[in-house]
């Protein structure tokens, strides 16, 4: 039997023996019991790594070994996984141990890191060999498992393509496309390096190849995050001349490619698609040379159109060959450049004829039925009708698109989508009006900001419905805005009508300028109201006749009338060429920001920045900034840091230069616009190093402007995990500072918007106490933007909370506003709408977090209140069939019907007379009222004690004659004899 170890010392004490056998023996017993008595050998390590270092001892790694164990008890897992490598094989990565466990994860973690630094920040790092087969080894172990999403991640984490390559080509056909399914996720959740993440990505397009029965819709969906247009178009190409399956199943790819809202990607697929379908039906014409005399039949600008679109494929497919794939037949060339496409030289070359050009044909065509008067310089795209009978007898035959070709194009411009929407939003309106008839019965108009508030609410509770029932039986009301107020009016009718893309410059074409209708009454604040509203209409969706419309608009003059009306055609444009890039709409919207006008310079900064969002900007932002510091006027300053930062939308690492220069400059409102920038640039990435600066900023900045911003950029950030929005934020809402608690607040509504977290909500009722009435509208408005689209019985005690301050006139103005915004936010759309920021896809909609951004700045200007319109979009599953028709289906759900109840109507109130209400009285008139009710007190009080005086001594004198009865009575029963006195002397008693 063995003698149990009590105590390590001895064993040490033998490492100090000359006898190299003796070590051993000795270093053979502390591994099997440093797990016991690591603590005693922890005060002897050095003679354990003297040992180790001793090149002549021959059992130097199982000295590694024990030094190894006494570091991993002592918490250096640093110097235990060092030591560890370097006992070579006596480390058994198969040993299922706490240890060995632990330390392969620290393995793997700093493999990782030193991956990342290498492949992503392009730093030169040494990477230990030994490291890397540990790596291989549990990566092996995973695959022979079966573990093959667990590989994919070390394959990501690690930054290692071939090893992804080698794991997915390893498994079966069958479950290969779950796998590429799962990568893809993983790919776009995992990975931060936008580089890295575009190489990962074009990989998966290459593994497709060997899947018998690829996800179309998945391809398609990376081909667009690669910003490869060319390939898409040949994949719907191929559906749509295929069985009524395939261009049915093109269609929904084309709604899921229309849903991610990439305009300009969108175009060029759509003027891929003409060339296809044009060279198809000249192809079956059967005349070898119908190509060039059909094209004398068409119209000019549609020949120049096609030949442009043409010759760019053209220089695409000339020079080097890229690599590429083939997914069933389908040659997929895929883009080595990315996003960056976007900015060389043969994207900008077919820019001009391909965006400008094309995407205003495209949604021209239904429009030129509704406004035959309206001048346009946009032409139909689509292949032009017979010649007529006068023409020659040698006139090419007419070219016929398949009508697949032109229902694509029309889902791909928004035409049948935005259509779709319409209808449902119009149909399933369930807007209260009798709320908004008690919102502007309980505020008085002659306090412009909640008159305005009133009508940014109704503009929000029915965006995108085309109900204009309130505006137009309440003109009186209504005619009271004046000046901006006027201009604010104007614009809500582009919330309203959202997406009205046929009637939409028809609607609004009394109020624009360059109109000799007599029926309007001009003003330039109607007029600029109107070309910002033309833009709320026409978001992400323009043409070349808007763009020449909000040209007109910015050329009208230098009076200061006309500077408005300039102010809201640069808004208008922006939204319009929302992304772009286009070059004719940054030439216009540069010369606006050099007029040395705040109010002009100001709309111009955030165009700018709009057109270029995600663009990255080029040359014309370094002009922006500088500008920025030449300008004296703060509010164009604050436009041209706004503009810059949408410009790097989503560019995350790209933005890096940009964003250093910004929040170092020594101009606050610069650096304003550089948290902006770093909440564009990593919107929804959850990346820390973003998280960290802007919470630097937060806590460090000496302008509480960019204190503000800084805290409220990082739900932009955090977009993506609406719990770590709360989180980061958590201790900042009991901050000193109310522009940190503003913040705070507006991040949590940003990164939880539609979520009605409960976490989110547990954090913002306490702030409802706060003594700061602009924290207070800040509050207000996060929590509307939380609790959109929630059942009635999350929202009903909030409503009760805003009817209360919306009806209180004590109420400081600031909080009233935030109140009548938030009752607007929550029944957004008819109550049929929601803050989304995400995709059915799982991108993240441009539109959404532009808008977002813009809102928060109404902080400085009303207006731009409007802006949280284009984050705004149904909530509803719509199905159509082949026509774009929805047929009728009936869905069960198990829920009980309360859960997505709307809230019952309000009672009609008849309107209240706030001239009663509110009638003067004078202070004598109050002291004689009440010197007369103190005097007739008085004789009430009188009259009461004469009254309790005379009861009292009524009972005094009854008292008395009961007693002089009673003593009579006993007098006569002495003077009786015999037992009868007796009884009666009793009876008394």
């Known amino acids: ?98 240890y060995v466990d632990t330390l392969i994860a620290r393995g793997l973690d700093k493999y990782f890191e030193l991956r990342v630094k290498l492949i992503d920040k392009s730093e030169e790092v040494e990477i230990d060999e030994r490291l890397s087969r540990v790596t291989e080894v549990m990566l092996n172990k995973c695959i022979s498992a079966g573990q093959y999403e667990q590989a994919v991640g070390i394959c990501l984490e690690s930054r290692r393509l071939d090893k992804l390559e080698e794991v997915i080509s390893s498994v079966d056909s069958v479950s290969r496309a779950p796998l590429l399914q799962c990568s893809l996720r993983t790919c776009q959740v995992t990975i931060s390096n936008k580089q890295f993440r575009q190489q990962a990505l074009r990989l998966l397009i290459k593994l497709f190849e060997g899947v018998e029965d690829p996800d179309l819709t998945e391809i398609c969906q990376i081909l667009m995050i690669l ?32 849903d991610n809202e990439n305009q300009v990607f969108l175009d060029r697929v759509i003027a891929e698609l003409r060339v296809i379908s044009t060279a198809a039906a000249v192809a079956a014409a059967g005349d070898v040379s119908a190509s060039s005399s059909s094209s004398s039949s068409l119209k000019k600008d549609e020949e120049a159109d096609v030949e442009v679109t043409d010759a760019v494929v053209k220089e695409e497919n000339e020079g080097e060959e890229e690599e590429g794939v083939v997914v069933e037949g389908i040659d997929i060339e895929v883009n080595e450049d990315g996003d960056e496409a976007k900015n060389d030289k043969k994207s900008k070359k077919a820019k001009k004829s391909k965006v400008d050009d094309t995407n205003s044909n495209s949604n021209s065509a239904n429009e030129s039925e509704t406004r035959a008067n309206t001048p346009s310089t946009s032409t139909s795209t689509s292949i032009p009708p017979p010649t007529s009978s006068s023409s020659s007898s040698s006139a090419p035959p007419t070219l016929v698109r398949p009508e697949q070709f032109t229902k694509a194009e029309d889902i791909l411009s928004g035409r049948t989508p935005m259509g ?20 502007k019965n309980s505020t008085d108009a002659r306090v412009s900001v909640l008159h305005g508030a009133v009508v940014a609410a109704n503009a929000f509770l029915h965006a995108g419905t085309t109900v204009d029932v309130f505006l137009r039986e309440n003109l009186d009301w209504l005619s009271r805005s004046i000046n901006w107020s006027k201009f604010s009016a104007t614009a809500s009718v582009g919330v309203i009508h959202k997406g009205h893309l046929q009637q939409g410059l028809a609607l609004l074409e009394p109020y624009l300028p360059n109109n000799n209708s007599s029926s309007v009454t001009r003003s330039a604040y109607s007029e600029g109201g109107a070309m910002f509203a033309l833009g709320l209409i026409f978001a992400n969706h323009g043409n070349r006749a808007i763009y020449e419309q909000l040209f007109s608009g910015l050329d009208l003059g230098d009076s200061e009338n006309e500077y408005v009306a300039s102010h809201g055609a640069c808004l208008g444009l922006g939204l319009v060429a929302l992304g772009t ?58 436009g041209v840091g706004l503009g810059v930062a949408l410009c790097f939308y989503g560019l995350e690492e790209k933005a890096d230069a940009i964003i250093d220069q910004m929040t170092q400059d020594q101009d606050p409102t ?58 980061a934020v958590a201790l900042l809402t009991e901050s000193f500072n109310l522009h940190v608690r503003y913040g705070a607040a507006m991040a949590i509504g940003i990164g939880c918007a539609g979520s009605g977290s409960k976490e989110a909500l547990a954090l913002l009722e306490p702030m409802l106490s706060d003594r700061n009435d602009l924290v207070l509208q800040g509050v207000l408005v996060a929590t509307a933007l939380v609790l959109i689209q ?172 009961a007693a002089a009865t009673t003593a009579a009575a006993g007098k006569e029963g002495k003077v009786g004899e015999g037992e009868g006195a007796v009884k009666v002397v009793d009876a008394n008693v």
């Open 581 to 638: 890039d286009d070059d004719s709409c940054i030439s216009h919207l540069k010369a606006s920001l050099y007029h040395e006008s705040a109010v002009v310079g100001e709309a111009a900064g955030m165009a700018l920045g709009l057109v270029g969002a995600g663009c990255g900007g080029g040359d014309y932002v370094k002009e922006m900034l500088e500008y920025a510091h030449d300008t004296p006027h703060e509010k164009v300053v604050r």
């Open 1 to 98: 039997m063995t003698a149990a170890v009590s105590s390590a010392s001895g064993l040490l004490a033998l490492l100090e023996e000359p006898s190299d056998e003796v070590k051993y023996f000795a270093l053979q017993k502390l591994e099997t019991v440093v797990k016991d008595f690591w603590f005693e050998i922890a005060g002897s390590i050095a003679q354990v790594e003297a040992l180790y270092e001793d090149d002549a001892f021959k059992h130097r790694e199982l000295a590694a070994l024990v030094a190894s164990k006494v570091f991993y008890h002592l918490g250096e897992l640093d110097d235990a996984l060092t030591y560890a490598l370097n006992s070579g094989s006596m480390f058994n990565v198969d040993e299922k141990s706490e």
């Open 227 to 258: 910003n490869d247009s060319a390939s898409v178009s040949r994949i719907l190409a191929r559906l749509l001349n295929g069985s009524k399956d395939d261009y049915l199943l093109a269609y929904q790819i084309c709604f899921d490619l229309s």
């Open 420 to 439: 779709i929407s319409l209808e449902f939003m119009y149909g399933n309106n369930r807007s209260d009006l009798e709320i908004l008839n008690e919102l």
């Open 790 to 961: 929630q059942p009635e019985t999350k929202l009903a005690p909030f409503r009760r909370v805003l009817d209360r301050i919306i009806h209180d006139r004590h109420e400081d103005v600031m909080y009233r506003m935030g109140a009548i915004l938030a009752t607007g936010i929550i029944d957004a759309g008819g109550r049929n709408a929601t803050i989304s920021l995400k995709t059915r896809s799982g991108m993240f909609r441009l539109t959404s977090f532009i808008g977002l951004a813009v809102f928060t700045q109404y902080w400085y200007w009303y207006p731009l209140i409007y802006f949280l319109s284009l984050a705004l979009h149904p909530t509803a599953l719509i199905a159509v069939n082949e026509n774009f028709q929805m047929p009728k289906v009936s869905l069960n759900c198990a829920c009980k019907p309360s859960m997505f109840a709307t809230a019952p109507p309000l009672a009609e109130t008849p309107a209240k007379d706030h001239k009663q209400k509110f009638a003067a009285i004078l202070s004598a008139t109050l002291k004689a009222k009440e010197r007369a009710r103190k005097k007739e007190a008085r004789k009430q009080a009188k009259a009461k004690a004469e009254a309790a005086a005379a009861a009292a001594a009524a009972a005094a004198a009854a008292a008395a004659t």
């Open 670 to 727: 610069i650096r304003y616009g550089g948290m902006y920038a770093i909440g564009m640039a990593y919107r929804g990435t959850d990346n820390n190093n973003a998280v960290q600066k802007l919470l630097h900023f937060a806590v460090s900045d000496v302008n509480d402007n960019v204190r503000r911003a800084a805290v409220l950029c990082v739900g932009f950030v955090l977009a993506g995990s609406p719990d770590l929005v709360v989180k």
